[in-house]
């Protein structure tokens, strides 16, 4: 395992930002790598892709090399996630083994060498959101805890907390329910309504119980843009003053 | 009787497809895709036989992963526990056949070495079949490992196709006489949470 330390600022489940979490990858030594990751988490709809446009923005103004890298999106994986959505074929360990696919992935062609570089990596959700969903579908959370030992510990993390009743709202306003992000597969209800529902509060539940193990910094996402933007503003740019942390 | 054949699942084949032709695997997706077509094929193809008393076939199972990865330098206790979901096979045969032998048979058949399987993301050698060599070399390294490891049964494949059958069948036949007669499988579906 990594060389577990006590908690300090940012550090999660005990290991310290920028270092593997479990076994990690042997042959991408990254110790000493200049750059920063900072995680944004959240539910579906509590608008961190909004949040994280405003960041960048306002990083690379003040010259800070950035890169996003957001859920999903592998070039090798995106098609083959997406076909396999739409197919009935997913059961809950292949659903995990996909995720951890996509974000393998993305951890060795775009996080990595962005740390190398001394690049800020804005992720639009990282490992937790898989942690929540494994947990949510019931496989053994060790196995899951094991699987990801390959992740590295962000810098920051950041949760964007939001209660049952507000997320259905948004949710319903912009873009409707989905079978996945109702949690259909689980056949909790036949109502996709009070599936998500369950489904959503499960996941909150989850997310909350990895807030303190892994450090998460939490902010209400009932509040108006700019007020979190703002909060998220003063935070960074605390952490990267206090850190080594320079525009490229 | 049901046969399985390592990395054929239609879930992950368009990835790996995909990835294998651009060279795009890293030793790492290479070795979580392998393990998703792993955990397809347990649930639709391994798990239903199982449980309906019948014998499975598997053409490679979880060690070739275990030699590979690690191989590519994956780390060996973290492939391991990938596969924990996995069924421990009631008996597992390993081929053993020395280097040399394995690139004579790939060159009498004359059949071009592919870029993965000769290690050839390594970059140990521009030559495929040098390639090849170094890789498939340390693979085998790790296998002498695994029939120590995991107790595998080893059968000498530098012998004819006739004389291998002839051992198999002799380590199954032994192998079933010591099971009992239409014996069915303990529900193994939950592998990852009976841990």
């Known amino acids: 395992m990594t060389d577990a330390i006590p908690q300090e600022n940012g550090a999660n489940a005990g290991v310290r930002p920028g270092h593997y979490y479990g076994y990690g990858i042997p042959y991408l030594p990254i110790d000493g790598y200049p750059g920063k990751i900072i995680a944004i988490e959240g539910t579906d709809g509590v608008g961190r892709s909004t949040q994280i446009r405003l960041l960048r923005e306002w990083l690379e103004v003040q010259g800070y090399g950035v890169i996003e890298t957001g859920w999903t999106r592998s070039t090798l994986m995106q098609p083959t996630i997406e076909l396999a959505k739409s197919s009935n074929t997913l059961n809950k360990l292949t659903f995990a083994l996909l995720y951890a696919t996509d974000f393998a992935d993305r951890l060795e062609k775009e996080v990595i060498p962005a740390l190398k570089a001394g690049f800020i990596v804005l992720a639009d959700r990282y490992i937790f959101t898989a942690l929540a969903r494994a947990q949510v579908r019931g496989i053994d959370r060790t196995w899951t805890r094991n699987l990801y030992g390959f992740a590295i510990a962000p810098h920051l993390v950041f949760y964007l907390k939001i209660d049952e009743r507000t997320l259905i709202r948004r949710v319903l306003e912009s873009r409707g329910m989905n079978f996945w992000e109702s949690g259909m597969d689980l056949k909790l209800a036949d109502d996709i309504h009070d599936s998500f529902r369950a489904y959503q509060r499960s996941l909150l539940r989850e997310y909350n119980s990895m807030a303190d193990e892994f450090g998460f910094r939490v902010l209400d996402a009932k509040r108006k843009v700019e007020a979190i933007q703002e909060e998220l503003r003063r935070q960074i740019g605390e952490f990267l003053a206090e850190s080594d942390s320079r525009p490229i | ?195």
Do not use: C
Request: glycine share 4%; net charge neutral.
């Open chain 2, 1 to 195: 009787m049901f046969v399985t054949e390592w990395n054929s699942s239609a879930l992950v084949k368009a990835a790996t497809k995909a990835g294998k032709k651009k060279n795009a695997l890293t030793p790492m997706t290479f070795s979580l895709l392998h393990a998703t077509d792993f955990a397809d094929r347990l649930l639709y193809n391994i798990i239903p036989p199982l449980k309906a008393g019948m014998i499975v076939l598997a053409d490679r199972y979880a060690y070739t992963a275990f030699a590979r990865d690690a191989t590519r330098g994956v780390d060996p206790r973290w492939v391991r526990e990938l596969y924990s979901f996995a069924v421990r096979p009631d008996l597992a045969v390993y081929f053993r056949v020395p280097i040399e032998v394995s690139v004579d048979r790939l060159m009498a058949r004359r059949v071009k070495l592919k870029f993965y399987e000769a290690g050839m993301d390594m970059g140990w050698s521009a030559s495929p079949i040098e390639s090849f060599r170094i890789f498939q070399g340390r693979v085998l390294e790790e296998y002498d490992r695994l029939v120590e490891e995991f107790g595998l049964d080893v059968i000498d494949a530098k012998t004819s196709i006739t004389e291998q059958q002839r051992a198999f069948r002799k380590v199954v036949t032994r192998h079933l006489a010591g099971a009992p007669e239409e014996q069915v499988e303990p529900e193994p579906v939950e592998a990852t949470e009976a841990r």
